[in-house]
């Protein structure tokens, strides 16, 4: 019998959305697109200001709350009042369906949210310019596997490579997810991402460098996202996202523009769920002789026999067995 899915881990979801009373009267929902530390940017929706973003400041009481997390993100949905002058106040934050977190840097327990409320996400590499590492890749997988968000991949600067390298290096995904060919230069494959994204609230996440940007810039000419274009002769002046920032690219239609993801620390991962975050282990789990196979060394372990086979690709299997002992990525 295979071993079912672990339950979705709940670290992500902060006191004040537990105890979601109702909205206070007069208040009315609103989206975080953007988060400045003590203020936000909210998009007010179905609203006779609907277009415009309104700055936002969080209700004292919300604060109060014990937080391992934060408190109100980009991707929430809230409900605020308004003030004069196109402010309003931030009186409640509604439960979160799933959050792509990373860890705060140098702490193991707070979590830095990335995109609350995210219906997938897709994982950006370029195929060169920076070189993909696929190792990192199989860790971004977990944190979205953790969360049970669907996920795409995206393998930019597409016309720097051969189709047969494209496929070396990416192609055993492919069993695995959907992966979206691009080239942001030339357009290539473009048109079918826009039509992945259509309809979704999609958080666009990989390294810096790798064509983020430039890709909704594309997908999406209305709004014009900073790129990490070198702006003058001497090299100075390259922009980077320095936090997430939602945009709506038609009705329902959202796209995070996320910032480089580099380390991420596994704070959060159970060893012992990690084997169901892998994919293509699942059908194995539950078949090995020990019940409580760690599939690294345990003779009887089916899960070694597929790598064997082949049906679990080598190099996954080595980031299985790599984030089990414990590695840290940076
Ligand atoms: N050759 C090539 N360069 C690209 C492509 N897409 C983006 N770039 C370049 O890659 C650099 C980083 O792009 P940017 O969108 O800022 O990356 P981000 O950090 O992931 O948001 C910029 O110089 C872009 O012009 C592409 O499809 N092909
Ligand atoms: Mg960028
Ligand atoms: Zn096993």
Redesign the pocket.
Known sequence: MPKPRPPRSSINLPDSARNMGTPPAGSHRAKVVRAHGLWYEVKPVKDARAGATVIATMKGQLKRNKRRTDIVAVGDWVWITDLPDDEAVIEMVEPRSAALVRTARHTRDTEQVILANPDQVLF?FAIT?PEPHVRMLDRFIILAEMQDIPIHLAV?????ATPQHIEEMFGAYRTLYPVHV????TGQGVAELRRVLQGKTTAVA?P????????LNAIDPHHRRD???VSDATGKGRH??VGSRLYEIDDDTWVA?TP?MRALAMHAIDADHLDSYFVEFRPYLGECFYQDCTHTHEPGCAVQVAVERGDITQPRYESYVSLRSGDELT
Do not use: M, P, Q, R
């Open positions: 950006t310019d930019n600067k597409a016309e720097l691009l080239s942001a230069h990989g810096s460098g790798v064509g983020k940007s430039t890709i790129t990490a274009e980077t996202t523009d480089g």
